[in-house]
C-alpha cells in the first residue's frame, strides 16, 4: 500500500459552502493532526498524514476520498462471495483485502452487507493499542459498528448478519457469540483515557475571510448515502424507525414557526436535500430525506433556529420530499414582479429597500 495525500473535493465541503460553519469531524477523526481547518474547507499537511483515511468516513459529504480505500471497487469484490475476511494493513495480517484502517470501513457500507447476509471478518482490532492510528481509529470503528446496530435493529424482524471482529492471532479462538469481540473492543474504549480517544486536533490561526458567506457549488450525493437507500427498506413495508447516529450519514429535518423564507438553508445544502419548489401561485421548502447526509449545515445557517433534527425519524427511502413552508406568493404594487414574504407586503424587498434608501438620502 502505498501513502498519499487523500483527494480534497472543495465544493463538496461544508465548511467551504458555509464559512462560519464549526464542522471540524475530519481534523476531530485525523489521529496524525494533520487537517488544518480554514474558512474555504480544510488544508492536508503531507508531511503528516499517514493517509489512514479515517477523514474519508467522517466526512459525510464525501469531500475527502482515499486512493488507497476504493469504496465501491471493494463493495464489489465482497459482494460475490458468502465470506470475507478484511485486515488492516498496520497489523500486518493477511486477508481477502487490506484496508488502511478497520476504522475507515464506513457504518453505511457494513450495514448494508449485513442486510445482505454476507459474513465480513475484521482483522486486525487487537492491534489498535500499539497502532499508529491509534485511538482514533479504534474509536472510529467501534461507532461504525454501533450504527450498524442500530440499522440491523431497525430493520425489525429481518435476519441480518453482523461483521465479526477476529480475535487476535496469538489469542484461543472463542466462537461462543459472533459479537464478543467487539463488546471488548467498546470495553477499551471505556478503560482507555478520554483525552486520548478524544482529543481534537489543534485549531489553526484565524485566517483572512472571505466575502461571501454561503458558497454555491454543485449538488452531490456520495455513493454511501445511496447504500442507505437499500439498508433503510424494510421486506414488511413497516416505517424504519431509527435515531440519528454520528457515524451514519442520515438525518431527518423539520421546522418551527418562525422561518423567515430567507432560502439560507437552500443556498447552502451540498446534496440538494433542501429544495425550493415554485409553482404559478405558491413557494415552498421542501426537504428530501434520500438525498440528505445529516452534515447539519442548514442548522447552522439557519439564524432563527427554526430548523431542527428529530430524535428518531422514519428513514424509509424512495418518499416524496416532505413541505416545510409553503407561502402564496405575492405581486410588487411598484416593480410588478411576484416575490415572497411571511407577512403581506405591498411593496417586494428589492423596491422596499430602494424607498428606504432614497428616504435616508433625501428625507
Known sequence: M?????????????RYRYRY?????????????????????VRLDGARCQNCALCTTACPTAALSSGNLARIDLLKRI?????????????????????PCLGALDAAMLGYLAKRRIAVVLHGSHHCGQCAHGARGEAQLAANLEAADALEIAAGPEEWLAPT?????????????????????????????????????????????????IRPGPWFVPEMRELLQIACK????????????????????????????????????????MQIRENDGSWNLAFAIDRCVGCGVCLEVC????????????????????????????????CDRFFV???????????????????????
Open 79 to 99: 459482494i460475490k462471495q458468502a465470506r470475507f475476511s478484511v485486515a488492516c494493513a498496520p497489523s500486518g495480517l493477511s486477508a481477502d483485502a487490506v484496508v
Open 303 to 334: 439564524q432563527p433556529r427554526v430548523l431542527y433534527a428529530p430524535e428518531s425519524f422514519d428513514a424509509t427511502p424512495e418518499r416524496e420530499p416532505a413541505i416545510l413552508r409553503q407561502l402564496a406568493k405575492q405581486r410588487c404594487h411598484r
Open 165 to 213: 471482529l477476529a480475535d487476535a492471532p496469538d489469542q484461543a479462538v472463542a466462537k461462543d457469540d459472533f459479537r464478543a469481540g467487539r463488546r471488548q473492543l467498546f470495553r477499551r474504549l471505556v478503560g482507555r483515557s478520554i483525552d486520548e480517544v478524544s482529543r481534537a486536533a489543534t485549531p489553526v490561526l484565524d485566517l483572512p475571510v472571505e466575502e461571501k458567506a
Open 21 to 41: 460553519s464549526e464542522c471540524r469531524r475530519c481534523a476531530d477523526t485525523c489521529p496524525h493532526e494533520a487537517i488544518a481547518l480554514l474558512d474555504e474547507g
Open 234 to 273: 424494510r421486506k414488511d413495508g413497516a416505517p424504519f424507525g431509527i435515531a440519528p447516529q454520528a457515524a451514519l450519514p442520515l438525518m431527518d429535518i423539520r421546522l418551527k414557526r418562525g422561518c423567515t423564507a430567507c432560502e439560507a438553508c437552500f443556498r447552502v445544502c451540498p446534496t440538494g436535500a
Open 341 to 363: 414574504s411571511s407577512e403581506p407586503c405591498e411593496t417586494c424587498p428589492i423596491c422596499s429597500d430602494d424607498e428606504d434608501a432614497f428616504t435616508a438620502i433625501f428625507g
Open 2 to 14: 502505498t501513502v498519499s495525500l487523500p483527494e480534497f473535493q472543495t465544493a463538496r465541503c461544508v
